[in-house]
């Protein structure tokens, strides 16, 4: 009874940190999404999302590139850092952090410098006579912009669920046949399944939802649904509309 009575007094603060901060946002967001300027019910703004169908499928279509190059770049990486000495580990992981430790907007301008028609890319392809390349404006650019930004947030739990694998079961694996890739298939997918969903959902929600990459990197070329949700709130002041896109 006791261990239960403290299990709930340190549960309190996260509790309270998901009603305020998850809960009501989410019943503010279908409160405007099901009603009009005036507070009245209505399903007019649920209507109007046949207007960005074809903003729906570029965003789903950019968000689902970035996240499966993330997997394929993370899940080999995560894996190869599991096989390091715990120093070497703590170094590696902390250098694929160290972008997180700047705000997106800083992450992103960097981006601009380096990749812009005069950035230090182009710049240097200038100098061994090779030419210049417009990327800025470019769905490489967006696609890149997303990777680089959200890459950590799918490296993160596949290492954390491989770091803890019983490499037991890959030695006994190996000893009753399984080549290197029957391994890969019967031992270690299905035991690192549990990193992999929530990487996927970590990259794929905030690239389905940005705007400020797909306007710099993309030079204005792309309206992805983010940009949609941004301009009918911070432009247009229509909650409603905005508000039925983001739900």
Avoid at 67 to 77: D, F, R, W
Avoid at 115 to 122: T, Y
Avoid at 127 to 145: H, K, L, R, Y
Avoid at 211 to 223: E, P, R, V
């Amino acid at each position: 009874m006791k261990k239960s009575f403290f299990r709930s007094i340190a549960a309190a603060p996260h509790i309270l940190w998901a009603i305020l901060f998850i809960l009501f946002p989410l019943i503010f967001v279908i409160y405007y999404a099901f009603t009009d300027a005036s507070g009245a019910f209505t399903l007019e703004n649920i209507a109007e999302l046949k207007n960005y169908a074809g903003t729906f499928g570029l965003s789903v279509g950019f968000a689902l590139i970035a996240t499966v190059i993330c997997l394929i770049i993370a899940y080999p990486l995560a894996y190869f850092i599991t096989k390091q000495s715990a120093r070497a580990q703590s170094v590696l992981i902390m250098l694929a952090m160290l972008p997180m430790w700047m705000n997106l907007l800083i992450r992103t301008y960097s981006m601009m410098a380096i990749l812009d028609n005069g950035g230090f890319l182009n710049k240097t392809l200038e100098a061994i006579g090779a030419g210049t390349v417009q990327i800025i404006g470019t769905p490489g650019a967006v696609i890149f912009g997303m990777v680089y930004n959200f890459f950590p947030y799918m490296l993160l739990p596949i290492y954390s669920v491989m770091s803890k694998m019983d490499n037991r079961l890959i030695e006994a694996a190996q000893d009753l046949g399984c080549n290197s890739f029957g391994v890969l298939r019967k031992v270690i997918l299905p035991l690192s399944k549990s990193g992999i969903i929530p990487g996927i959902t970590m990259v794929f929600v905030p690239s389905i939802s940005t705007f400020y990459i797909s306007q710099k990197l993309g030079g204005g070329t792309f309206y992805l649904i983010g940009d949609a949700i941004e301009q009918r709130f911070m432009q247009k002041n229509d909650y409603n509309v905005g508000a039925a896109i983001s739900l």
